[in-house]
C-alpha cells in the first residue's frame, strides 16, 4: 500500500480499501503494543518478586542458625498475607479514584472484569491485571523490609499483624497520595491541582515503598529493644551470624531484582518510555556500584578493615538513593547520589549504635535514611529534558533552571517526605505501642535464647546429626586446636585440616 501526503500532513488514499487496509494495519499495530506493554510488566514484575529471596537470603545470612526457619516462614508468608490483603482491599486503597487521601472503588479487582472499548473482542482489561501483579510486587517489598530489622525476637503473631495493616491500609494510602491519577502529591493529576504546581518525583519509590518499610523497621526496632547480650555492659558486642555467602548473594538476587523494579515503573515500554528504561538502567548500576564502594572505604577508614558486610548495604543503599531519580538525573549526577548514599547508610548505621537501637540487617539506614536522600536528591538533580521525557511535564531539580519549577520541585519533594513520615510513624507507633501492651511483640527471654526455630517452628532448620557426621570424618586425620571464647554464643573447641581450613565443632541448637 503506497500512502499520498497532502501539504499538512493529511493522508490521500486512493480508494476505499487503501482505507481498510490502513485502518486494519493500525489496529494491529495497536494490539501489538499492547501485548508488549502487558508481557513487560509481567517481567519485571517477575524480578522484583524474586527479591523476595535475596532478602530472605541477607536476613538468614545475618541471623544465628536458631532462628533461620523463623525467617524463612516470615518471608514467605509476607507474599501470602501480602497477595490476598492486596488483592481485597489493598489495591482499591491505593488506586481508587473516589479522593486526594485514599482510593474507594475496585475492591477485590472489581472493576477489572470490564471490556475495552480499543479492543472489543478482549473480555477484560489484562493490562490492568499486569499492573496489578506488578504493584503487588511492590507491596510485599515494603512489607518484607521490616522483617530482618526485627529479626531473633520478635512474635511471629505480632509480625504478621503490623505485616498486614501495612499491606492493606498504611502502604496503599502513601502509594494513593504519590503515585494514582487522584493522589494530591502526584504528578500524574491535572497540572492545576499538583502540589505546588509539578507534584512528587518518586519514580520507583524510594518514599513509597523504602521510606514506608523502613521507618517501619526503625520503630519496630525501638519498641522490641536489642538482642539479648548484644550491649552487653555497655558494650557492642559482635553478634554471631550465620553466613555472609547467603548476605552475599541475597544482595546480588536484590541487585538484579532491581532492575524490574526501577526499569518496570515506566509500566509501558511503548514510544519514549523504552529509552527512559534504557537509561534507568545505567543509572540504577553506577549509583549502586559508587554507593558500595564508597560504603567499602568508610569501613576501611574507621573500622580498620574491608567488611563484606558493609559493601553489600553500600549496594543496597545506593539502589535505594538513585529509585526516586532514576529517570530524571544524569549518569554521572547518579555517581554523585550513590556516592551520598553509601555515606549515609554508614553515618546512619553508626548513629542507630549510639542511640543502642538494634536493626539486626541495617535495615533502616539503607532503607529509611538512604529513601529520604533519595527522594531529597530528585528534588535537587532531575535535569528537565529527563523530566519530560518520563513525565511529560516542564519541571526540575533546583540546580537547574525550569521557570522557577526548580524550588518547586525540592518543595514537594519535601513536603511528600514529611507527610509519609507522619503518616507512617504514627500508624507504626500505634501498631507496635499496643502489640507491646498486649504482651504480644517479643518474644520471652528463654525463648530468645534456646532459639524461635525449636520453640515456635518444630525444631531446627538443620540436622545436626549430618553436622556432626561431617565433622567427626575429618576429626580423625586432623589436629585439634583451642580457640578463645570471645563471647558465650562461641565454641572453644574446633578443627584445624593441614591447610589451614577451620572446620568448627558442631553446636546445639540452642547454643548456635
Known amino acids: 500500500m503506497s500512502l499520498t501526503f497532502e501539504e499538512g500532513g493529511s493522508i490521500i488514499f486512493k480508494n476505499r480499501d487503501e482505507l481498510v487496509e490502513f485502518i486494519k ?7 501489538t503494543a499492547y501485548s508488549m506493554d502487558v508481557f513487560w510488566l509481567i517481567i519485571c514484575a517477575g524480578l522484583v518478586f524474586l527479591m523476595q529471596a535475596g532478602f530472605a537470603l541477607v536476613e538468614v545470612g545475618s541471623v544465628r542458625i536458631k532462628n533461620t526457619k523463623n525467617i524463612l516462614i516470615k518471608n514467605m508468608l509476607d507474599a501470602c498475607i501480602g497477595a490476598l490483603s492486596f488483592w481485597l482491599i489493598g489495591y482499591a486503597f491505593a488506586f481508587g479514584e473516589n479522593n486526594s487521601f485514599i482510593g474507594a472503588d475496585g475492591f ?15 473480555l477484560y482489561q489484562g493490562n490492568n491485571y499486569a499492573f496489578f501483579f506488578f504493584q503487588w510486587a511492590f507491596a510485599a517489598t515494603a512489607a518484607t523490609i521490616v522483617s530482618g530489622a526485627v529479626a531473633e525476637r520478635c512474635q511471629v503473631i505480632a509480625y504478621f499483624i503490623y505485616s498486614f495493616m501495612l499491606t492493606i491500609f ?9 503515585w494514582s491519577a487522584t493522589g494530591w502529591a502526584s504528578a500524574f493529576i491535572k497540572p492545576e491541582d499538583r502540589l505546588f504546581g509539578v507534584g512528587v518525583i518518586d519514580f520507583a519509590g524510594s518514599t513509597v515503598v523504602h521510606m514506608v518499610g523502613g521507618l517501619t523497621a526503625l520503630i519496630g526496632a525501638i519498641f522490641l529493644g536489642p538482642r539479648t547480650g548484644k550491649y552487653r555492659g555497655g558494650e557492642v558486642q559482635v553478634m554471631v551470624f550465620q553466613s555472609s555467602t547467603f548476605q552475599t548473594l ?3 538476587i536484590l541487585w538484579f531484582g532491581w532492575y524490574g ?10 514510544g519514549a518510555a523504552s529509552d527512559v528504561a534504557g537509561k534507568v538502567a545505567v543509572t540504577t548500576t553506577i549509583a549502586a556500584a559508587s554507593a558500595g564502594v564508597t560504603s567499602t572505604i568508610m569501613g ?3 573500622e580498620g578493615h574491608i567488611n563484606i558486610g558493609r559493601t553489600n548495604n553500600g549496594i543496597l543503599a545506593g539502589l535505594v538513593s538513585i529509585t526516586a531519580g532514576c529517570s530524571v538525573v544524569d549518569v554521572e549526577l547518579a555517581f554523585v547520589v550513590g556516592i551520598i548514599g553509601g555515606i549515609i547508610y554508614f553515618s546512619s548505621s553508626q548513629l542507630l549504635v549510639f542511640l543502642r537501637i538494634d536493626d539486626v540487617v541495617d535495615a533502616s539506614p539503607v532503607h529509611f535514611f538512604c529513601g529520604m536522600w533519595g527522594t531529597i536528591a530528585a528534588g535537587l538533580f532531575a535535569e528537565p529534558d529527563n523530566v519530560k521525557m518520563a513525565y511529560g511535564t516542564g519541571s526540575c531539580g533546583l540546580f537547574y533552571k525550569c521557570n522557577g519549577n526548580g524550588g518547586k520541585q525540592l518543595g514537594a519533594n519535601l513536603v511528600f517526605i514529611l ?3 507522619a503518616w507512617v510513624g504514627l500508624f ?3 501498631i507496635f505501642g499496643v502489640l507491646s501492651l498486649m504482651k504480644l511483640l517479643r518474644v520471652s527471654e528463654e525463648t530468645e535464647k534456646m532459639g524461635l526455630d525449636i520453640k515456635e517452628h518444630g525444631g531446627a532448620a538443620y540436622e545436626m546429626n549430618a553436622r556432626r557426621s561431617v565433622w567427626d570424618s575429618f576429626s580423625k586425620d586432623a589436629k585439634r586446636t583451642r580457640r578463645s571464647r570471645k563471647d558465650s554464643n562461641s565454641r572453644s573447641e574446633g578443627v584445624v585440616l593441614e591447610n589451614g581450613t577451620n572446620i568448627p565443632e558442631p553446636v546445639p541448637e540452642a547454643e548456635a
Open 261 to 270: 523494579f526501577n526499569c518496570g515503573s515506566t509500566i509501558t515500554i511503548a
Open 250 to 252: 541475597g544482595t546480588l
Open 108 to 122: 477485590a479487582l472489581k472493576t477489572l472484569d470490564i471490556p475495552q472499548e480499543d479492543f472489543p473482542d478482549r
Open 300 to 302: 576501611v577508614i574507621f
Open 170 to 178: 498504611v502502604y496503599p494510602v502513601v502509594v494513593h497520595w504519590g
Open 419 to 421: 507527610a509519609v513520615s
Open 25 to 31: 494495519s493500525s489496529a494491529e499495530t495497536a494490539s
Open 428 to 430: 507504626a507507633f500505634i
